[in-house]
């Protein structure tokens, strides 16, 4: 059964980098077509997508946020990485890693499953 | 992008209720639309894929159902455990993009 745990601090400072990294377990993160993605949720608000990444490092991301977010994949830790630069307050959010799962009977994709999330904090 | 949008953003129901949630795209994405369920501090789940499709293990009274802009995710018969927030996303394009919710509670 395919599982995603994100890991990463809980609390980061204003201008700076925030880190998280979700670990994949079940089942090869080199699965196919699926892609691996990160979503957001601030506090008491809807989700927001931030980007996508393939096994092979083709990666996809929301335009407001593409110059600052930086998604990485590992397929030896089977883990890929979200790095969000000169965050503000703005960014504090519960952050999911998710998998961008490719039906190849339909050609939708879906995310699914999805990690428990991680709430990260921007306050100095 | 594509915006979402979702009627209402918050409904009070009873159990045993016919609920209707529905979901409009800013332009035509043909079937590339996904339901979510979220439970209060839980990540999203899955019901409904392409539409139309019930995820594995998803109970029958959910349906899913439109094409093109407009997209209908219905609840037969309101069970306890069914009081969330459910989003519709759009699979059509990049960036992927979610509806701003609907909140459904207890009458």
């Known amino acids: 059964q395919l599982q995603l745990q994100e890991s990463g601090p809980g609390l980061v400072k204003p201008s700076e980098t925030l880190s998280l990294t979700c670990t994949v377990s079940?089942?090869?993160?080199?699965?196919?077509?699926?892609?691996w993605g990160w979503i957001r949720q601030p506090p008491g608000k809807g989700l927001e997508w931030i980007g996508s990444?393939?096994?092979?490092?083709?990666?996809y991301y929301i335009p407001s946020l593409k110059s600052r977010a930086t998604i990485s994949v590992d397929t030896s830790e089977s883990q890929f990485s979200l790095k969000l630069s000169s965050v503000t307050a703005a960014d504090t959010a519960v952050y999911y890693c998710?998998?961008?799962?490719?039906?190849?009977?339909?050609?939708?994709?879906?995310?699914?499953?999805w990690g428990q999330g991680t709430l990260v904090t921007v306050s100095s | 992008d594509i915006q979402m949008t979702q009627s209402p953003s918050s409904l009070s129901a009873s159990v045993g209720d016919r609920v209707t949630i529905t979901c409009r795209a800013s332009q035509s994405i043909s079937s590339y639309l996904n339901w979510y369920q979220q439970k209060p501090g839980k990540a999203p789940k899955v019901l409904i894929y392409?539409?139309?499709i019930l995820q594995s293990g998803v109970p029958s009274r959910f349906s899913g159902s439109g094409s093109g802009t407009d997209f209908t995710l219905t609840i037969s018969s309101l069970q306890p455990e069914d009081f969330a927030t459910y989003y519709c996303q759009q699979s059509y394009t990049y960036p992927r993009t979610f509806g701003q919710g609907t909140k459904v509670e207890i009458k």
């Open positions: 079940g089942d090869s993160i080199k699965s196919g077509s699926d892609f």
């Open positions: 392409a539409a139309s």
């Open positions: 990444i393939s096994y092979s490092g083709t990666t």
């Open positions: 998710a998998r961008n799962f490719f039906d190849s009977v339909t050609y939708r994709s879906y995310f699914d499953p």
